[in-house]
């Protein structure tokens, strides 16, 4: 399961994200989503875990947990294709 991780202190890094999760089961990928331009972490990213009732104890353990000074909020990624349902389409 692909999990959103967002309102990260701009100090976590993909190892502090790995091993938060990795307390829950085994941790495919992390990735800290970086400002292009700035090199500046833009307070989100992503955590892969292979298996589905390890990523819902994950999700359910950290949702609004401290992670290096800010509660962040943990919820499975919604697919790319599925932002512009959200938007208005003015």
Do not use: C, H, W
């Not at 990260?8 to 990795?22: G, I, M, P, Y």
């Not at 972490?41 to 800010?70: C, T, Y």
């Amino acid at each position: 399961m692909n999990m959103y991780v967002g309102n990260l202190s701009f100090t976590v890094n993909e190892d502090d994200l790995k091993q938060a999760f990795s307390e829950f089961g085994k941790v495919e990928s992390a990735k800290v989503i970086m400002d292009k331009f700035s090199g500046q972490s833009k307070g989100f990213g992503f955590v892969e875990m292979p298996s589905n009732s390890e990523a819902d104890k994950a999700i359910k353990a950290l949702n609004g947990k401290d992670l290096k000074g800010r509660n962040i909020k943990v919820n499975q990624a919604q697919p790319t294709g599925d932002r512009s349902s959200r938007r208005s389409r003015y």
